[in-house]
């Protein structure tokens, strides 16, 4: 049966279904006219391929179409405001992508001689000095692809510190206010992981932590500002308590947007961070990547660092790509080649044009717009801690008691009205957590139209007008999903009714 807004193509209005492209696959159609080649040189040894490769056969505006129309429903952030908590998305300059598309950067290939790539080695040299200087470290892994594979690298090189002193611990301590990547970056080095209390301040419980520090530990990891947007005030102590004891103390950086400019890790007694390219210095990301999560080291971890370093000799840039070369690297390469260079060019660019000001104006406008949300919310909302925050403002779903609305309701409500929703039931720390980090690139009128409409919504769900919530979102493409069906048995076919009557 069709329901009254079901349209006989499924599309709607001038959002156009979208089938596989396998679905559009037309044998024998192809994209480019090539010459018909009259005989051919085996050159395999008679190996041949014995069935179709199986690629689909389309012209080119069919090609261009799909991925356009594809593109037009996925959300970004150059479509409007993406206020995720704990996870940085702000506009991209344009500025990034031009230099990222200078044809000296484009056309390198990573296995070109090191003699015709001073260049793009003086590049990642550059940069890696710029992150060693803003957090007061000495020394940088550039390779790591993203946040979460920075945690791993950065463990890992923990471990092989550790072991290298003869000192294999087991237990790695993480607080509840960490990042989900934490414990799991924990687990996948192969360590036992503790979970540390929350305090009623949304912070490390330090009694908790104390008690749980002993000389098997051989890490905490802290996220920093954490993940209910507050600073960790009594890191020092926890720094110095870790140290104690012969563990390391390793920082999620990925949050530096907050404080980059204002503060150095490497003051707080931290020995291994890892900072999230594609968040605190702007290079685009989402759908898996690519990003960048280089880990910036203290002096007993340096030396523990995964191949290759970038060197300078007097003679130019050279590479070190052996492990144990250089003496004790113990665990060779985390990652193909050099990392991602071209999210290296995007994020010096941004870098070099912000300067040091700039970037001191970068967090400072990060946690000022974090907090014009928490003035301007906080009555109508219930915000679990006292502020001021850092870059992202959390609420819990008191607000929505006896509304028979939910967490998960009101996001979905914020669909229909053309928001992107906050991040939800994240952190676990509060019931029905919604995070918010605006982040330092929306004008105060693009701030003011989001308070407006969830002012909006929390009115009208405290009125009682809550039958639109459970049916939201309403205006889209797809309606409320099943998530854990969706997530589990995605069915990614789809037959509209033009078609059906065709069969
Ligand atoms: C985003 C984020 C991560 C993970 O980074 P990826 O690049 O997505 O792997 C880890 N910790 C925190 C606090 C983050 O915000």
């Not at 605190?280 to 523990?304: E, I, K, W």
């Not at 990392?339 to 941004?350: C, D, H, I, K, M």
């Amino acid at each position: 049966m069709t329901s009254p807004d079901e349209t006989f193509t499924g599309h709607r209005g001038l959002q156009l279904e979208e089938p596989l492209i396998f679905e559009q696959d037309a044998l024998g159609r192809c994209g480019v006219d090539l010459p018909q080649v009259d005989a051919t040189q085996d050159r395999l040894g008679g190996v041949q391929r014995a069935s179709p490769i199986g690629l689909p056969g389309l012209s080119e505006p069919q090609v261009v179409r799909h991925y356009l129309r594809l593109s037009q429903k996925n959300y970004a952030i150059d479509a409007g405001l993406y206020p995720l908590g704990s996870c940085t998305m702000k506009h991209n300059p344009r500025l990034n992508e031009k230099l990222a598309r200078l044809p000296g950067f484009v056309s390198l290939h990573p296995l070109q001689p090191v003699a015709t790539a001073q260049g793009a080695l003086e590049l990642i040299d550059t940069l890696a000095h710029w992150l060693k200087t803003l957090t007061g470290l000495p020394a940088v892994i550039m390779s790591p692809a993203a946040g979460a594979h920075g945690e791993l690298t950065g463990l890992m090189t923990i471990r092989a510190a550790l072991e290298a002193r003869g000192d294999a611990r087991r237990r790695v301590l993480v607080p509840e206010s960490a990042h989900g990547t934490n414990p799991a970056s924990a687990h996948a080095c192969g360590y036992g992981v503790e979970s540390i209390a929350a305090n009623p301040r949304g912070r490390v419980d330090l009694k908790a932590f104390k008690a749980s520090l002993s000389d098997d530990v051989a890490a905490i990891m802290i996220t920093n500002p954490n993940t209910c947007g507050l600073f960790e005030d009594e890191i020092l102590e926890i720094a110095e308590a870790t140290h104690a004891v012969g563990g390391f103390f390793y920082c999620d950086g990925a949050n530096f947007n907050a404080i980059v400019g204002r503060v150095r890790p490497g003051d707080l007694g931290i020995d291994c961070m890892h900072l999230n390219l594609h968040k605190t210095f702007s290079t685009p990301h989402g759908g898996g990547g690519p990003g960048g999560g280089p880990v910036v080291l203290s002096a007993p971890l340096a030396p523990f660092a995964p191949v290759p370093h970038v060197i300078h000799d007097g003679n130019g840039y050279r590479l070190v790509e052996q492990a144990g070369q250089s003496g004790d690297s113990p665990f060779g390469r985390i990652k193909a080649f050099h990392g991602q260079f071209g999210v290296f060019v995007r994020a010096l660019s941004y870098m070099m044009s912000l300067g040091s000001d700039g970037l001191r104006q970068v967090s400072e406008d990060a946690v000022l717009n974090a907090n014009y949300l928490l003035a301007r919310l906080g009555d109508v909302l219930s915000a679990p801690f006292p502020g001021p925050c850092m870059h992202e403002v959390l609420f819990d779903d008191r607000f929505l008691r006896d509304t028979g609305v939910s967490t998960l309701d009101f996001a979905k409500a914020m669909i229909d009205e053309g928001f992107h929703p906050m991040t939800m039931y994240f952190p676990l720390v509060v019931h029905g957590a919604l995070l918010m980090e605006p982040t330092e690139t929306e004008s105060k009128a693009a701030l003011d139209e989001f308070i407006g409409t969830v002012r909006h919504l929390a009115a009208k769900a405290r009125a009682g007008d809550t039958q639109h919530f459970m049916e939201a979102p309403q205006r889209t493409p797809r309606r409320r999903l099943d998530e854990t069906r969706a997530a589990r048995r995605p069915v990614l076919r789809w037959t509209p009714a033009v078609e059906q009557a065709a069969e």
